[in-house]
């Protein structure tokens, strides 16, 4: 059974940094594209981005406009989201996702298995 277990996440002030880290088990992950996507109150979940089976492609939503950055380690099982100057409508909770194939995509229909879910608030 696979399982997606995300980390970071947390309080930052508009401009800060962080990083969400997900470390996927129990398929093979290097065969799987992985996507990230957010939610937040009272909103519909949202694609952040993605990155294909072998971290050579990645795919951005249209809000990101170069701030955030997705990388894999096939060796760890892990995907990383990077996001730099962040904004307080960047809040919301942040979902890892593993797609059904090795490509990317917008639709959460084609991610099989997602993580916990990490609280990201952006504030002053």
């Known amino acids: 059974q696979v399982q997606l277990v995300q980390s970071g996440g947390g309080l930052v002030q508009p401009g800060g940094s962080l990083r969400l880290s997900c470390v996927v088990s129990g398929r093979s992950f290097e065969d799987f594209a992985m996507g990230w996507f957010r939610q937040a109150p009272g909103k519909e979940r949202e694609y952040v981005g993605g990155?294909?089976?072998?971290?050579?492609?990645?795919d951005y939503g249209d809000f990101v406009k170069g701030r955030f950055t997705i990388s894999r380690d096939n060796a760890k099982n892990t995907v990383a989201l990077q996001m730099n100057s962040l904004r307080p409508e960047d809040t919301a909770t942040y979902y890892c996702?593993?797609?059904?194939?090795?490509?990317?995509?917008?639709?959460?229909?084609?991610?099989?298995?997602w993580g916990q879910g990490t609280q990201v608030s952006v504030s002053s």
């Open positions: 996702a593993e797609s059904r194939t090795g490509w990317t995509s917008r639709a959460s229909d084609d991610y099989a298995a």
């Open positions: 990155i294909n089976w072998y971290g050579t492609k990645t």
